[in-house]
């Protein structure tokens, strides 16, 4: 059996350039721009659209559902905040699992990550074309025709708007990460206060009765919950992949993420609460545009509704322009190991940024948001990530006994019962998806596997130099186990 290709993280760091320039990328993100961008890339989709599957499933529970789902994240975050301050590269997991666990765990990690961003783009613009519709009908009474805003499962044509919101984004993101680090903190405010100013509404009509019976469906509708809000946690690993922008990474990385974390579980449960308080649960469950719903019944105005929506626009627009800023740059570290094509590793010199990987990203993930029914997929993209998730919490244990020396500006407390809690979270959820997704999973790996055999393996710089060079010192040749 061929030996595991490590990479030490030491010639990670080296490779990219992290402790100065990374790659030809600047460094323009301080601590305050990190903690927008993971706002950018958590709140969105999930809580302005997906909140009322979550209800649907665990009914006024739902908040239990979102602390569980919190838990499993945190217990993660943490391990990212230890990683993230330690290996401060791009390439965020893939690094991560590179320097742990080898190249073709981290192959496959990529090749998740490809699965978790793609479909999170996809579905957080099909969410987009939803509010937008919504705001349209608030302001003028119109809306743009179902051929136009609907992929053809969902009785459409094509879904214009989530084509427009991606282009947007690449556009934004191909001028510089100073640009995009400076839309992403308008948007982060803009979300912040809309949603803050929901919860003014909401609880200004709340009732106790609306949140009996509590949990209808029991722990079983709470598990099922859990899984359908961890839908909305994704994107807080995202942070980590500004290792090669961040001015100060090894200490800025780790409390954004953990800011984050503790900044969004609040806002969700005061969101939870204060729509199901004001008009019950049953009526949240399944609803188009939940919360614009909830505002339009508690004011008797569509106004309110409006201001909701285009609060929605705005914030499910900074999650596409976050979370493909995210896929871009560990694509960049993939193709600088040589596992993908080069293409995606190309950065400008005039706009500093991976333009050609940008704009193929771009191309690649408009097709399904215009024309598929992503439905279907959403619990394999939910199933990867938290593989995902796993994987990153092994990689922390693993490189805490092959790495001891390794300077870490935070460490996850509670080791090793940190990590593993955060393993075990993350296989309860995984569990919940249901034996069908799991199917899918595996054949969603086994097409990965492949891809690395044919190509990755082949391609692979390390493998490369370690032939070229058998006698190079140990930080610069590939580790065995």
Known sequence: MPALRIKSPQLLVAESGADREGHGLKRTMGLFQLICFGVGAIVGTGIFVGLSDSVAQAGPAVVISFVLAAITCVFTALSFAELGGAIPVSGSSYSFAYAGLGESTAFLVGWCLLLEYGVSISAVAVGWSEYVNELLHSLTGLQLPAALSAGPGDGGIVNLPAVIVIAMASVLLVR??????????????????????????????????????????????????????????????????????????????????????????????????????????????????????????????????????????????????????????????????????????????????????????????????????????????????????????????????????????????????????????????????????????????????????AYGRRHSTLARFAEAVPDAAPERAPQTV
């Open 176 to 453: 510089g990460v100073r640009e995009s680090a400076r839309a992403t903190a308008v948007m982060a405010a803009v979300k912040l206060v809309v949603l803050l100013a929901f919860c003014a509404v909401g609880y200004s009509a709340f009732q106790h009765g609306n949140l009996t019976p509590f949990s209808p469906a029991g722990l079983g509708g709470i598990g099922a919950g859990t899984t359908a809000a961890f839908f909305s946690y994704i994107g807080f690993d995202a942070i980590t992949t500004a290792g090669e922008e961040a001015k100060n990474p090894r200490r800025d990385i780790p409390v954004a993420i953990l800011v984050c974390m503790g900044l969004v579980t609040l806002l969700y449960c005061a969101v939870a609460l204060a729509a199901i308080g004001a008009i019950g649960g049953e009526r949240v469950a399944g609803r188009p545009a939940a919360l614009s719903y909830v505002v339009n019944e508690v004011t008797g105005s569509a106004l309110g509704g409006g201001v909701i929506a285009f609060g929605a626009v705005v914030a499910i627009a900074s999650v596409v322009l976050a979370v493909m800023y995210g896929q871009t740059r560990i694509l960049m570290s993939m193709s600088r190991d040589g596992l993908i094509p080069r293409v995606f590793e190309k950065v400008s010199p005039r706009t500093s940024t991976p333009v050609a990987g940008t704009l193929i990203v771009a191309v690649v993930f408009a097709v399904p948001a215009a024309f598929a029914s992503l439905d279907a997929v959403l619990n394999l993209c939910t199933i990867g990530t938290l593989a995902i998730m796993a994987v990153v919490n092994i990689a922390v244990i693993a490189l805490r006994r092959r790495e001891p020396g390794l300077s870490r500006g935070f460490r996850v407390p509670l080791y090793p019962a940190g990590p593993l809690l955060g393993v075990g979270f993350c296989l309860y959820l995984m569990y919940e998806t249901g034996w069908r997704t799991w199917i899918q999973f595996a054949v969603f790996l086994a097409v990965g596997a492949l891809v690395y055999v």
